[in-house]
């Protein structure tokens, strides 16, 4: 299961032709998750709230790409993104956030996302990029009782909802350095080595199991059981490094393969490689070549990592 609270409805207008060409699409991280375990074989429900004039439309596109919905109906909007696409260009022309949960709104989100997931072996938590529209208590009992049932539980959440969800468990949790709290003042951006991993055990402290640490274009840092190790993008034969991990395909990419049954190391090898920018496929409705991830897979390899003495950070922290 996928808990998507409100997705998104994306509206694009490509201009780069005489004949301008609309295009709409279900949009979100949960969308965009969802797509991913579909290209690994893994089925899967979306669970969120669908309302006003746009809800209607993305559960229709939804149905079409053949993505199940656990759809909770609401009055409120869900949002709606439009852009334009020129030679070389995108710029958003309008964007409406949709609107906040109400309480019992919450609540029946809540209620069909656990019916939803105590069916699934692996639900992934998602949050909206306005951190107001959901309240961040939803987070907390939804987690607990997941995992209460057996379900294992794969995040990506910040701020006040991580902490919430934190109070009931995760099992995997994936964020970026940006988002990453490091303490009172601290700004994880320019943080050493030392301050991320100290962070990152406080935060198994705190209720997490493996933490996924994605930073730009270095190797993104895994604590897992005890030992922290850097895990660089897999490079195939012949090729040449790419920077940077896609977050939505990193996630997906891990729950798919601990939903397939395979180790949590082998399940981070997976969405390392899926992330990095060599599985790239555009056409695919998830953005992604699953063959090229699991090939890549294989070459993905878990370092120590180095001392880096980064300005604002500790630097080592052996």
Not at 1 to 7: E, H, S, T
Not at 25 to 30: K, L, S, V
Not at 48 to 69: T, Y
């Amino acid at each position: 299961m996928v808990f998507a609270p409100i997705p998104l409805l994306s509206v694009t207008v490509d201009t780069r032709e005489e004949m301008p060409d609309i295009r709409l699409r279900a949009e979100g991280p949960g969308c965009r998750q969802t797509r991913v375990l579909a290209a690994f074989g893994v089925s899967t429900v979306l669970c969120g709230c669908f309302g006003g004039e746009s809800g209607p439309v993305l559960r229709q596109l939804l149905a079409e790409e053949g993505i199940e919905c656990r759809a909770v109906r609401r009055p409120g909007r869900n949002g709606t993104r439009v852009r334009e696409q020129g030679a070389g260009t995108m710029r958003t022309v309008a964007e409406s956030p949709g609107d906040p949960l109400t309480p019992q709104e919450a609540d029946r989100l809540r209620a069909a996302a656990l019916e939803a997931g105590a069916r699934a072996d692996v639900c992934v938590l998602t949050q909206e990029a306005d951190p107001a529209a959901v309240p961040p208590g939803l987070y907390r009992g939804l987690t607990g009782d997941l995992r209460a049932r057996g379900v294992r539980v794969v995040a990506a959440l910040s701020g006040e909802a991580l902490a919430a969800a934190l109070t009931g468990g995760v099992d995997v949790l994936c964020l970026d350095q940006r988002r990453l709290p490091v303490g009172p003042g601290g700004h994880a951006a320019h943080a050493g080595v030392g301050d991320l991993v100290a962070a990152m055990r406080r935060l198994r402290s705190r209720g997490a199991g493996t933490v996924v640490l994605r930073r730009a274009e270095r190797p993104a840092l895994v604590l897992i059981g005890e030992d922290v190790v850097a895990v660089p993008a897999p490079v195939p034969p012949g090729g040449t490094a790419a920077a940077g991990l896609c977050g939505d395909r990193l996630i997906a990419a891990i729950a798919a393969g601990l939903a397939t049954g395979l180790p949590e190391e082998d399940a981070v090898r997976l969405g390392v490689a899926a992330g990095t920018p060599h599985s790239d496929r555009p056409e695919a409705p998830s953005g992604m070549d699953p063959e090229t991830a699991r090939q890549l897979a294989g070459r993905v390899e878990l370092h120590e990592p180095a001392l880096e003495e980064t300005p604002g950070g500790s630097g080592a922290f052996w």
